[in-house]
């Protein structure tokens, strides 16, 4: 057993993709000129109303019944006031006393390389909506600083686990299940390099088998899994040392070095009570009904973590796949699609498991940048099955389905992919061999088995290889 304990909980905040910006109709599109995308209300103009864009908080909704949490029927915006040039409203609306969800969970997959399965809950201690700052672009000279505005007002969702992780492989664990689901439910894309997806780390430390906990320090600027995973192992590290050496921890804020590897103190952190929150004047209270939120729960399609139990138990898939095919939306669609098609779940499977991320892998394409649909594969692979064109030729045509979008039937028109399966042009051809290999034919029907196989050869040969090879083996057997 190690001599201590690290204990972690992480603040989530998920960039929203929605149209336009939370309290205003500016449009939250990246790129264009710096501060192109702001109005007197995103840029904090003195007087201008904030108004409440449903989608935000639809998709709050959502999120919240996704983790399971409770909606608060009466939720309220705050405002949390600090200085900082990239803040021109000189407050952030945000929600403290009463956050759109709480007390909700996730299962994360603790199950170790070796095999043996094992599932951990995380609790959620709330979720809350909330807009974001601008941005500072300090200049290469390093004595000027500009700021773009656009990004102010962009939603957010900052989401609180409770301090329920023990380890940086349980945090990287669930921060894949969470930008999984994200996706899946179409609330945002969750790209962590582009900022979308931000995971803030709060670790303590203890002696192993302590019950009290320890200050913590609060961890930013991780803009990778593995740098999540990297800064865990660096700041417990950092942290023991101390406090076996009968020190203290700072409760501080501290910034991730990428290059450097390590953390550095950025601020003393500031409590509640520092940021004076108070009850946001400007806009009314959320009365969510239950109609409202029965409404959005019709709408959430079903989740990843349900449906890989629904591959295991309904569709008879193994754990391996099933748990594959839902890590990403992408080929979730694809793959039910395809089995729908093609009626076989674990062909279809097996061709996306396989063939497909072959494709993937040799290519660099990501799943979201997948061309091909469900309605080609599946019928590739029903086309593979009745024998209408080979195992090889199946794989070429998911290829050009993959590349190009081919219609699988036309491509084989075009290249000639096509098996031959018409009985009477291939019981000719297995007359015209058995004549000339009279000797052969002898030899088997005496007793030389081994014979049938070189004759299913010249046959073949014949075809030039494009026999429907289970139909050709009939005739010769039926000729024989
Ligand atoms: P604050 O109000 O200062 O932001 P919170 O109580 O909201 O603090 O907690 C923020 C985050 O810190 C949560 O994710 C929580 O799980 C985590 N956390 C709280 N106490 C500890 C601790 N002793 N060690 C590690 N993480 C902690
Ligand atoms: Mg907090
Ligand atoms: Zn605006």
Redesign the pocket.
Known sequence: MSEFE??????VHVELKTRSKIFCSCPTRFGGDPNAHICEVCAGLPGALPRLNKKVLDYAIMTSLSLHCEVTKESRFDRKNYFYPDLPKGYQISQLYAPIGRNGYMDIDISDPAGSSAVKRIRI??LHMEDDAGKLIHDETGNRTMIDFSRCGVPLLEI?????FRSPEEVVSFLTELRTMLKFIGVSDCKMQEGSLRA?V???VRAAGDPV????T?MKNLSSFRAVSKAIGYESARQWEIVRNGGTIDRETRRWDEEKEASFAMRK????AEYKYFPEPDLPVLRITGEKIDELRCVLPELPQDRRKRYIEELHLPEYDAGILTANKEITVLFERTAEICGDPKEASNWIMVDLMKLLNDTGTLPEDLKIRGSSLGEIIVLVKDGKVSRASGKELLKAAFMEDAIPSEYADQHDLWLISDEKLLEEIVEKVLENNEKARNEYLAGKTKNFQFLLGQAMRETKGKADPGLLRKILEEKM
């Open positions: 690290m204990v972690v909980g992480l603040e201690h709330e609180v686990t409770e301090p329920d803030d709060n670790l303590s906990l320890g200050t913590r609060e952190k500031e409590d509640a």
